[in-house]
């Protein structure tokens, strides 16, 4: 041990002298970094998940040596036929790590083996008493993460299923929680943990509605992923500021006194930049997500290879970025990060302002039609005070995909709108260097290149509203492939077929995708002229591989699906 510092020193080989000769003791020592006291209150401490890394520590070190930093935690599972793993916690803990313990609510993956009403009910009453009692002789800090994922719809406690609900959620935490207290097992750190997105996304399932209460939670975790687009796994290559942004928002919003974690996260490699993207979440993190104080990397190749020294490049970009003062790596103050956390809590509730500011949101005027318009592929008819709006590179959201939207030759549109009193109608001229991809109909249209509009039908809603009302539309309006799939329009809250007409034509930059829908699939709206309706446009793209890989928007962010809080707005004018 270095005198007065948390760490190790290397040794390469120790020699044993006698007299002028020496003699090699053939030992390796393995590397461990120096770690000298972190002092960083704005940094971001380091953790890991790997295969036995926990149970072997020279895994650890191995990770450590290649991208130049120590990890402060390490983190791993255990299902409930475990013991507390009091030895494995030693060993973590005499060399500077915190351990992280995923405490998994079933016997073997088996999810037959558990559910909530059991818990309840006291069956596992035993059990729990005998760990919570371990864990108090253990004696020092620990993460212990119970329900993770709970609003996915994978575990046998999740919100989702077994007849669970948050409430239901809420009294099983507090359960355990409450047992822990009870035998003074005031070491463990508990971490709620949510996955990024609800799985279903439904509104009973909106994870701040099975939060425990701050007396019983002392981080918060966020799980998620990008899968890119492994096969078996494609949900599209996705930003790490757009995996995490929205969860991170409502977090800090709701539970501003609780530091938060990334309790598993990573980036697969299929369909994008690993390393640019290694590297933009260096940049993105002290900017965008200054809360997060710890990020724990799941270094596994599993569904997809997660891992940052699977490969040479990647494990570079790691290095680069995690050489940063900005990331930490003392496991004793990262357990005692929660009073410099609540010390700094308005700091972190400030740093959302930019981003909740987004574009200033202004009001289209939309003339009314004067003369009929045929709808044949051809924008060259329109009237000339058409509404027009454009979606570009430089002025636009990439709302999924990153650098996936390369520039405006890649994807971008120039909109117009009108109406008359039977229809809405709008004409698209969209820019795209391989067009009419889709292989997808109906509701999947999304997939495949598309145009997404979504309209608030109800003067007298919130404008600020966060979930759909029932006069609330999402149309997906797919331009077919130029071949064997037409022209689609279909309305998501009927599950049909829109009442219009839809027509695409190939042009030399992209397709145009000229289109009327009639009033009546929006609750046969009556238009007010001079209202001021809530409405968006997204533009997905597929490009060569055949499935989205960017959306462009108008307004807002990628969840304008959803929240009509982000949405533009349009005024019908006469």
């Excluded at 239901?168 to 929680?177: D, P």
Aim: charged share 25%; aromatic share 14%.
């Amino acid at each position: 041990m270095v005198d007065g510092e948390k760490g190790w020193l290397e040794l390469d080989d120790v020699k044993l002298m006698s007299g002028e000769k020496s003699v090699s003791a053939g030992r390796k020592f393995k590397t461990y970094p120096v770690v000298s006291k972190d002092t960083n209150e704005d940094g971001c401490y380091l953790g890991v998940f790997g295969p036995g890394y926990a149970q072997s520590l020279d895994k650890v070190a191995d990770l450590e040596s290649r991208i130049g930093k120590k990890f402060a935690q390490v983190m791993w599972y255990i299902n409930w036929s475990s013991e507390f793993p009091a030895d494995v916690c030693t060993g973590l803990a005499e060399k500077g790590y915190i351990p992280h313990i995923t405490w998994e609510a079933w016997i073997n993956g088996d999810k037959a083996s558990f559910n909530l009403d059991q818990l309840l009910a006291g069956k596992w009453d035993g059990y729990v008493t005998t760990w919570a009692r371990a864990a108090k002789a253990y004696g020092k800090p620990f993460f212990l993460r119970w329900g993770h994922e709970f609003n996915g719809n994978w575990y046998p406690w999740s919100i989702p299923l077994n007849g669970n609900d948050p409430g239901k959620f809420v009294k099983a935490y507090r359960y355990l929680h409450d047992i822990f207290k009870k035998e003074g097992a005031t070491n463990a750190l508990w971490i709620w943990s949510v996955n990024n997105a609800s799985y279903p996304d439904e509104d009973w399932n909106v994870f701040l509605k099975a939060y425990p209460g701050d007396a019983y939670v002392d981080w918060v975790g966020i799980d998620g992923y990008n899968f890119g687009h492994q096969p078996g796994f494609d949900y599209g290559w996705n930003a790490f500021a757009d995996i995490f942004i929205d969860a991170y928002v409502a977090i800090v919003q709701n539970i501003p006194d609780k530091p938060l974690m990334l309790s598993e996260f990573a980036s697969g490699t299929v369909g994008g930049d690993k390393v640019k993207w290694i590297q933009q979440m260096g940049a993105d993190l002290p900017v965008k997500f200054p809360a997060l104080k710890s990020i724990v990397w799941f270094n596994i190749d599993k569904e997809t290879d997660w891992t940052l020294d699977g490969d040479e490049k990647v494990a570079e970009a790691a290095y680069s970025v995690f050489k940063d003062a900005y990331f930490c790596s003392s496991g004793d103050d990262l357990a005692g990060i929660g009073p410099k956390f609540r010390k700094n809590r308005q700091k972190y509730v400030e740093a959302l302002k930019p981003m909740l500011a987004a574009e200033e949101k202004s009001t289209l005027s939309v003339g009314k039609l004067k003369k009929a318009l045929k709808i044949d592929g051809d924008l060259s008819d329109w009237p000339a005070d058409a509404a027009v709006f454009m979606i570009s590179r430089e002025g636009g959201i990439a709302a999924e995909g990153g650098d996936a939207w390369k520039d405006d030759a890649d994807l971008s549109a120039k909109i117009k709108i009108t109406w008359d009193a039977d229809s809405l109608y709008l004409g698209c001229d969209v820019t795209d260097d391989s067009p009419l991809v889709t292989k997808f109909k109906n509701s999947d249209s999304w997939q495949g290149d598309c145009v997404e509009i979504v309209f608030g039908a109800n003067l007298k809603d919130d404008p600020k509203r966060t979930s759909f009302s029932g006069d609330d539309f999402q149309m997906l309006l797919n331009p077919g492939n130029g071949k064997d799939l037409k022209p689609i329009l279909w309305n998501m809250a009927t599950s049909k077929a829109c009442k219009g007409e839809g027509l695409s034509v190939k042009t030399a930059q992209g397709y145009a995708f000229e289109i009327r829908i009639d009033w009546t699939e929006f609750n046969n709206v009556k238009i007010k002229p001079g209202a001021v309706y809530g409405f968006n446009l997204a533009i997905d793209d597929a490009d060569a591989k055949g499935s989205r890989e960017s959306q462009a928007l108008w307004f807002g962010k990628k969840n304008f699906y959803k929240d009509p809080s982000v949405w533009n707005r349009i005024k019908f004018t006469e």
